[in-house]
């Protein structure tokens, strides 16, 4: 059974950082690639970033130096280190995987003063 857990979210100021953690269990972790993804109240999900099996990112424009994406092969866990928080980032973030389109259950980000 494929689960994945996130954690890490909660409430930061404008300019701060946060690292969320997806732990994931019960599939091929190592080759498939990961993702993020984000759902802001009344807005549709979005793809915030990605990460191949080989380590190879991909961020979306609005987020990219601002965020970074890591995975520990050996923990079978993908990170997004997000840095430079805005209030517009305010969203539940969800973990991806590719290999099965498997979910997590979200975690709530909120940027706010």
């Known amino acids: 059974q494929v689960q994945l857990v996130e954690s890490g979210g909660g409430l930061v100021q404008p300019g701060g950082s946060l690292r969320l953690s997806c732990a994931t269990s019960?599939?091929?972790?190592?080759?498939?690639?990961m993702g993020w993804y984000r759902q802001a109240p009344g807005k549709e999900r979005e793809l915030v970033a990605t990460i191949s099996s080989g380590g190879t990112p991909y961020y979306t424009e609005s987020v990219r130096g601002r965020f970074t994406i890591s995975r520990d092969k050996g923990k079978n866990t993908v990170y997004l280190q997000m840095s430079s928080l805005k209030p517009e980032d305010t969203a539940v973030y969800y973990c991806?995987?590719?290999?099965?389109?498997?979910w997590g259950q979200g975690t709530q980000v909120t940027v706010s003063s």
């Open positions: 991806y995987r590719a290999s099965g389109a498997y």
């Open positions: 019960g599939g091929p972790f190592s080759i498939s690639t």
